[in-house]
Protein backbone atom coordinates (compact mmCIF):
# COMPACT_ATOMS: atom_id res chain seq x y z
CA UNK A 1 0.00 0.00 0.00
CA UNK A 2 1.63 3.27 -1.46
CA UNK A 3 0.39 6.28 1.16
CA UNK A 4 2.41 9.74 0.22
CA UNK A 5 1.90 12.52 3.20
CA UNK A 6 3.06 15.74 2.60
CA UNK A 7 4.08 18.55 4.87
CA UNK A 8 5.58 21.94 4.79
CA UNK A 9 2.84 24.23 3.38
CA UNK A 10 2.15 27.53 5.22
CA UNK A 11 1.32 31.62 4.87
CA UNK A 12 4.83 33.33 3.88
CA UNK A 13 5.27 37.46 2.15
CA UNK A 14 5.83 37.68 -1.26
CA UNK A 15 9.85 37.11 -2.13
CA UNK A 16 9.57 34.71 0.80
CA UNK A 17 10.65 30.62 1.04
CA UNK A 18 9.44 27.88 2.10
CA UNK A 19 10.59 23.91 1.62
CA UNK A 20 7.69 20.95 1.57
CA UNK A 21 8.70 17.41 2.50
CA UNK A 22 6.66 14.41 0.66
CA UNK A 23 7.43 11.31 2.86
CA UNK A 24 6.51 8.08 1.06
CA UNK A 25 5.88 4.29 2.23
CA UNK A 26 5.17 1.11 0.58
CA UNK A 27 7.74 2.13 -2.71
CA UNK A 28 11.21 2.35 -3.17
CA UNK A 29 13.03 5.67 -4.83
CA UNK A 30 15.35 4.01 -6.82
CA UNK A 31 12.39 2.73 -8.84
CA UNK A 32 10.13 5.56 -8.77
CA UNK A 33 9.42 9.03 -10.27
CA UNK A 34 8.10 11.90 -7.82
CA UNK A 35 6.40 14.59 -8.86
CA UNK A 36 5.29 17.81 -7.11
CA UNK A 37 1.65 19.59 -8.09
CA UNK A 38 -0.28 22.20 -7.33
CA UNK A 39 -3.86 23.52 -7.71
CA UNK A 40 -4.91 27.39 -7.19
CA UNK A 41 -8.53 28.34 -6.26
CA UNK A 42 -10.66 27.82 -9.22
CA UNK A 43 -8.47 26.38 -11.60
CA UNK A 44 -6.63 22.90 -13.09
CA UNK A 45 -3.84 21.10 -11.07
CA UNK A 46 -0.41 21.88 -13.01
CA UNK A 47 2.87 20.41 -12.60
CA UNK A 48 5.41 21.80 -10.72
CA UNK A 49 8.42 19.57 -10.49
CA UNK A 50 9.15 15.74 -10.91
CA UNK A 51 12.61 13.75 -10.29
CA UNK A 52 13.45 10.36 -11.20
CA UNK A 53 15.27 7.48 -10.08
CA UNK A 54 18.59 9.13 -10.86
CA UNK A 55 18.24 12.54 -9.64
CA UNK A 56 16.92 14.04 -13.15
CA UNK A 57 14.26 16.77 -13.15
CA UNK A 58 12.01 18.56 -14.93
CA UNK A 59 10.58 21.76 -14.14
CA UNK A 60 7.45 23.81 -15.00
CA UNK A 61 8.52 27.22 -16.68
CA UNK A 62 6.81 29.40 -14.35
CA UNK A 63 8.41 28.11 -11.32
CA UNK A 64 12.19 27.37 -13.37
CA UNK A 65 14.84 29.36 -11.43
CA UNK A 66 13.00 29.10 -8.35
CA UNK A 67 12.35 26.04 -7.09
CA UNK A 68 14.25 22.85 -6.64
CA UNK A 69 12.79 19.55 -6.14
CA UNK A 70 15.43 16.94 -4.51
CA UNK A 71 15.34 13.81 -2.51
CA UNK A 72 16.67 11.77 -0.18
CA UNK A 73 16.60 8.18 -0.68
CA UNK A 74 17.59 7.41 2.94
CA UNK A 75 14.45 9.14 4.42
CA UNK A 76 12.15 8.26 1.55
CA UNK A 77 11.20 11.93 1.38
CA UNK A 78 11.18 14.60 -1.79
CA UNK A 79 11.61 17.85 -0.91
CA UNK A 80 10.28 21.06 -2.89
CA UNK A 81 12.34 24.25 -1.76
CA UNK A 82 11.23 27.29 -2.98
CA UNK A 83 12.00 30.39 -3.22
CA UNK A 84 11.13 33.97 -4.26
CA UNK A 85 7.28 33.25 -3.88
CA UNK A 86 4.83 35.17 -5.65
CA UNK A 87 1.03 35.35 -5.01
CA UNK A 88 0.41 32.97 -8.27
CA UNK A 89 2.34 30.37 -6.04
CA UNK A 90 -0.47 30.10 -3.81
CA UNK A 91 -2.13 26.82 -4.26
CA UNK A 92 -2.66 22.97 -2.48
CA UNK A 93 0.48 21.40 -3.54
CA UNK A 94 0.24 17.48 -3.80
CA UNK A 95 2.98 15.40 -4.03
CA UNK A 96 2.94 12.13 -6.71
CA UNK A 97 4.69 8.89 -7.45
CA UNK A 98 4.84 6.22 -10.17
CA UNK A 99 7.24 3.22 -10.85
CA UNK A 100 9.86 4.39 -13.49
CA UNK A 101 9.18 3.89 -17.30
CA UNK A 102 12.40 5.61 -18.92
CA UNK A 103 11.33 8.84 -19.19
CA UNK A 104 10.18 11.56 -16.99
CA UNK A 105 6.72 12.81 -17.04
CA UNK A 106 5.05 15.82 -15.95
CA UNK A 107 1.63 14.81 -17.31
CA UNK A 108 -0.58 13.85 -14.32
CA UNK A 109 -1.74 11.34 -15.41
CA UNK A 110 1.07 9.47 -16.13
CA UNK A 111 1.12 9.55 -12.27
CA UNK A 112 -0.85 6.99 -9.89
CA UNK A 113 -0.06 7.67 -6.39
CA UNK A 114 -0.71 10.84 -4.60
CA UNK A 115 -0.59 12.53 -1.36
CA UNK A 116 -3.72 14.69 0.45
CA UNK A 117 -1.80 17.85 -0.21
CA UNK A 118 -0.53 20.90 1.40
CA UNK A 119 -1.69 24.26 1.55
CA UNK A 120 0.98 27.28 0.30
CA UNK A 121 -0.71 30.91 0.59
CA UNK A 122 1.67 34.02 -0.23
CA UNK A 123 0.69 36.91 -0.11
Known amino acids: HVQLVESGGDSVEAGGSLRLSCTASGLTFDDSDLGWYRQAPGKEREAVAA???????RYADSVKGRFIISQDDAKNTVYLQMNSLKPEDTGMYYC??????????????????WGQGTQVTVS
Open 51 to 57: IDDVGST
Open 96 to 113: AARRCRGWLSLDEKDYNY
